[in-house]
Each structure stands twice: as structure tokens, then as C-alpha cells.
């Protein structure tokens, strides 16, 4: 969500708010916990087999990612049908645009992450056939080294002559080019090994409620390129203890409204840009709304719907039926 309210107009009065204004205007830092969280949950999720099957896996990620990749960029064209392009379309169906400076937000420019994301569900199998199964030990010191690397040289380069600003192909290469997020995926499934093997349940409300402070205070504070992935730091411990939590916090999150939230999360992410250009359209079209404070409100509450709409007869059936498909098997 705070990415969603990122993406929305500046004139919020979220955004008059100075110490607020600063928090959402980094926030797309949540993608990078969105990556360090896919890696967790890879692990979590398959870390009793002893091998992945390859074509198994990428029927599995595919059935559960491309249906609403693909709704997002059918309903990105009812409002911006003149972006069509074939070359366009071909660079965000293949999900190759991040690897593209100048080409990574094309279209519905959320994609880039799942863009990245691809990369991440091609190479997992192997690491996790050849290195994660089998407890090889180097694979620690190779991420801790690639995390290391990616930080160091993101924030030279964005101090460099090199880097001349957003909106340039230079900012796309150094936030969306996907090798520059593999280091915050492998610390992910390194959190994610770490923690089947030492979870321990307790209450961890108060750590939890501290690093999440920690995180807001750095994204303000800090003049650091957070983006790929140095927010791992706090990330890491913040995803552990959630997982091992048995406290308030977690009581409260599991609770069914806010659990399906969680359900239709990758809906709202990926839908929430063409539906705000649709009732942007809609609004000013026929009732010569504009106005951003009444918008948004009409917008999270369309927005929501929306999402749980496609969750429930798009996203679902759909990854039900790929994975029955018979040239998958």
C-alpha cells in the first residue's frame, strides 16, 4: 500500500506532512523487501524436497504469476490504448524489459519487478538442486560478497558522473536492471535456510515494532540508495521474527480480513497503476472530479475491490487450471 500511495499524486495531504512525505517517497524500497521475502519464502516452501523438478517449478510460477501480469496490461490499454506497440507488448509479455536501460517501465511499469522476478524463479532450481539441499557452505559467503559488491557499487555510481538522474537510462540500469537484485533474492533464501533450521517461537512484538522505526528513521535520514537491496540489514531480522512471532502483532494480522489482504496483495501491486488511469478517466469524464484527496479515497476503495475480484475469479482459477495443463507434465 505504500507503494500504491507512492505512485499517486504528489498534492496528497500525505504529502504535506514533511517526515510522512519523505517515508513515501522512498517507499519503493518495499520492492527490494518484496524480493529479500520471495527468496524467504522459496526456501520455506521447498526446503523439505530433496530436488526440484524444473519444469514442475516453472509451471507452478508461472500459473501463479503471469495470469494477472497479463490483466495488468490488458487493463493498462483501456485508457493508454496508444502506447500499444508490438515491440512493447513483446519486451513486457517475455518479462525481459528490466534488462533494458530505458525500456524497464514500459507499459504497466510495475512489471519490471516481475520482470525481475523471473530471473529469480529461472536460476532458483539450480542453486537449490546444487547448493542450497546439499548445506554447501559457500553459497554464504558468494551472497554476503554479491550484497556487498551491489551496495557498493550502487552508491558510487549514483554519486558518479555517470548517473545523471531519475527519469534517465542511467537511473533505470542502476534501480531495475535485475543482476542488481539478485544479492537481496539469495539473502532472502539464506534468511529463508537460517530459519528452518533455527526457528524458535516466541514474542517478538516489541523487536518487530523497533526495526520497523529503524527502517522509517534510515529512509529519512539516511542519504543512501536503499533500492538494491542495504535495507537488508533490517529487512532480514523483520521477516525472521515475524515469521517466529507468537506475540500480539502477529494475533492480530492473522485475523481473516487482514489475512485476505495478504491474499491479494500481488493484485493490487500489479493492477493498481492501469486502475488509476481508468477511474482517473472515469471520474473526470463524467462528474469533472479531479480534485486528489477525494480521488484517492474513491480510488483505494475501488482499488481493493478490484484486486479481490481478480484474486478470487482470475488469479485462483487460472493457477488452478495452468497447473493442470498437460504439456506442463
Known amino acids: 500500500m505504500a507503494i500504491v500511495i507512492s505512485h499517486f499524486n504528489k498534492d496528497l495531504f500525505l504529502y504535506k506532512i514533511k517526515f510522512i512525505s519523505d517515508i513515501f517517497l522512498r517507499a519503493n524500497v518495499g520492492v527490494s523487501y518484496f524480493f529479500i521475502l520471495s527468496g524467504f519464502i522459496m526456501i520455506v516452501a521447498y526446503h523439505k524436497k530433496e530436488k526440484i523438478e524444473y519444469l514442475?517449478?516453472?509451471?507452478?510460477?508461472?500459473?501463479?504469476?503471469?495470469?494477472?501480469y497479463v490483466v495488468g496490461l490488458l487493463l493498462y490499454f483501456v485508457t493508454r490504448y496508444s502506447d500499444f506497440g508490438f515491440y512493447k507488448t513483446f519486451l513486457y509479455l517475455s518479462g525481459i524489459q528490466s534488462w533494458?536501460?530505458?525500456?524497464?517501465?514500459?507499459?504497466?511499469?510495475?512489471?519490471?519487478?516481475?520482470?525481475?522476478?523471473?530471473?529469480?524463479?529461472?536460476?532458483?532450481?539450480?542453486?537449490?538442486?546444487?547448493?542450497?539441499?546439499?548445506?554447501?557452505?559457500?553459497?554464504w559467503i558468494i551472497a554476503v560478497l554479491i550484497w556487498i559488491g551491489t551496495q557498493v557499487f550502487s552508491n558510487l555510481?549514483?554519486?558518479?558522473?555517470?548517473?545523471?538522474?531519475?527519469?534517465?537510462?542511467?537511473?533505470?540500469?542502476?534501480?531495475?536492471?535485475?543482476?542488481?537484485?539478485?544479492?537481496?533474492?539469495?539473502?532472502?533464501?539464506?534468511a529463508g535456510?537460517?530459519?528452518?533450521?533455527?526457528?524458535?517461537?516466541?514474542?517478538?512484538?516489541?523487536?518487530?515494532?523497533?526495526?520497523?522505526?529503524?527502517?522509517?528513521?534510515s529512509l529519512v535520514f539516511i542519504p543512501l540508495n536503499f533500492h538494491n537491496g542495504l535495507m537488508a540489514i533490517f529487512f532480514v531480522p523483520a521477516i525472521y521474527m515475524i515469521s517466529c512471532n507468537n506475540g500480539m502483532i502477529t494475533k492480530v494480522f492473522s485475523m481473516k480480513?487482514?489475512?485476505?489482504?495478504?491474499?491479494?496483495?500481488?493484485?493490487?501491486?500489479?493492477?493498481?497503476?492501469?486502475?488509476?488511469?481508468?477511474?482517473?478517466?472515469?471520474?473526470?469524464d463524467n462528474f469533472h472530479i479531479s480534485q486528489s484527496n477525494a480521488?484517492?479515497?474513491?480510488?483505494?476503495?475501488?482499488?481493493?475491490?478490484?484486486?479481490?475480484?481478480?484474486?478470487?475469479?482470475?488469479?485462483?482459477?487460472?493457477?488452478?487450471?495452468?497447473?493442470?495443463?498437460?504439456?506442463?507434465?
Not at 259 to 283: C, D, K, N, Q, T
Open 56 to 68: 514442475d517449478f516453472y509451471r507452478n510460477r508461472i500459473a501463479r504469476i503471469y495470469p494477472l
Open 100 to 139: 533494458l536501460p530505458g525500456k524497464a517501465l514500459v507499459l504497466n511499469f510495475p512489471g519490471w519487478s516481475i520482470s525481475v522476478e523471473f530471473l529469480f524463479y529461472l536460476v532458483f532450481p539450480w542453486l537449490y538442486n546444487y547448493l542450497y539441499s546439499k548445506g554447501n557452505k559457500s553459497i
Open 157 to 190: 555510481y549514483i554519486n558518479s558522473l555517470s548517473y545523471k538522474g531519475p527519469h534517465t537510462d542511467s537511473h533505470e540500469f542502476i534501480h531495475y536492471f535485475p543482476l542488481w537484485h539478485i544479492n537481496e533474492f539469495l539473502i532472502g533464501s539464506l
Open 193 to 217: 535456510i537460517f530459519f528452518v533450521k533455527n526457528r524458535k517461537e516466541k514474542n517478538y512484538d516489541l523487536a518487530i515494532v523497533l526495526v520497523f522505526i529503524a527502517i522509517l528513521l
Open 257 to 284: 480480513p487482514l489475512e485476505f489482504l495478504g491474499e491479494i496483495s500481488y493484485a493490487i501491486y500489479i493492477i493498481h497503476i492501469p486502475v488509476l488511469y481508468i477511474l482517473r478517466s472515469f471520474l473526470w
Open 295 to 329: 480521488v484517492f479515497w474513491i480510488y483505494i476503495l475501488v482499488l481493493m475491490v478490484v484486486s479481490a475480484l481478480f484474486y478470487q475469479h482470475v488469479e485462483k482459477p487460472m493457477r488452478d487450471y495452468l497447473r493442470k495443463l498437460s504439456f506442463f507434465k
